[in-house]
């Protein structure tokens, strides 16, 4: 399957990385860095990202937007800023089928997700998001990582599936795209608190207290905010 990956970031390259140990994707990592492609194709090494890593062999990388219509499935890997101006500028060149899996975290203006933006703003309708608790630089050591897929066919699941096969990628799913995206930002939210309880008190019963006290937010948070809470 072709795969193109937009954004030759830490997590981009990660996650690019990963994928192409499934021998059955052809995946292409995309930047508009000419140098970074360049050292990518070269020396299997995105040294501005992981500077003591080496890629896998079968990981290549492009700058030619012309590439982009091969693409079957495009994983967007850009901040959260620039992903509907970026998006809008590659559109004409995606297939009119292909499957967009936003991997980035964020909230847009007035709550918005980008999922929802890019399904309203470009007419898109054919996108999921892929999220979850994940280290770049672990996924690059092939550590077993679990990401959450928000989906709406079973095509979409299927799909998504074959290409995280025999990768250290593993899913769980739901069919709440909405509460996904939102537990994506939320989640990096409690970690702060939880950061700070831990240097403040060094208590496991505080930080137990605390969690426990945020599961029960986070559902009524999703919930207000137009998630389900059994997400």
Do not use: W
């Not at 101006?85 to 909230?107: M, R």
Request: aromatic share 6%; with cysteine.
């Amino acid at each position: 399957m072709n795969i193109i990956v937009l954004g030759a970031g830490t997590f981009g390259t990660a996650i690019a990385n990963e994928l192409s140990v499934n021998t059955s994707n052809k995946v292409l990592l995309y930047s508009r860095n000419q140098k970074k492609v360049d050292e990518i194709n070269t020396q299997n090494t995105n040294k501005s990202c992981f500077p003591n890593k080496h890629l896998t062999k079968h990981l290549k990388a492009t700058s030619d937007k012309n590439d982009l219509t091969k693409a079957a499935v495009i994983f967007i890997a850009l901040p959260s800023t620039v992903i509907i101006e970026n998006v809008t500028t590659l559109k004409p060149y995606f297939k009119e089928d292909v499957l967009l899996v936003n991997l980035s975290k964020g909230l847009l203006a007035g709550g918005v997700t980008i999922v929802e933006s890019i399904q309203k703003e470009l007419g898109i309708s054919n996108v999921v998001a892929l999220k979850g608790p994940s280290f770049a630089v672990e996924v690059m050591e092939h550590a077993d990582t679990l990401l959450t897929l928000g989906y709406t066919t079973t095509e979409q699941y299927n799909t998504v599936n074959a290409i995280v096969k025999n990768t250290a990628l593993h899913i769980d799913c739901t069919t709440d795209i909405r509460g996904v995206e939102l537990l994506s930002v939320l989640k990096n939210i409690y970690a702060l608190v939880l950061g700070v309880v831990d240097a403040k008190y060094n208590s496991p019963n505080t930080r137990f207290m605390i969690l426990t006290k945020s599961f029960s937010e986070v559902r009524v948070l999703l919930r207000s905010l137009g998630g389900s809470e059994d997400t």
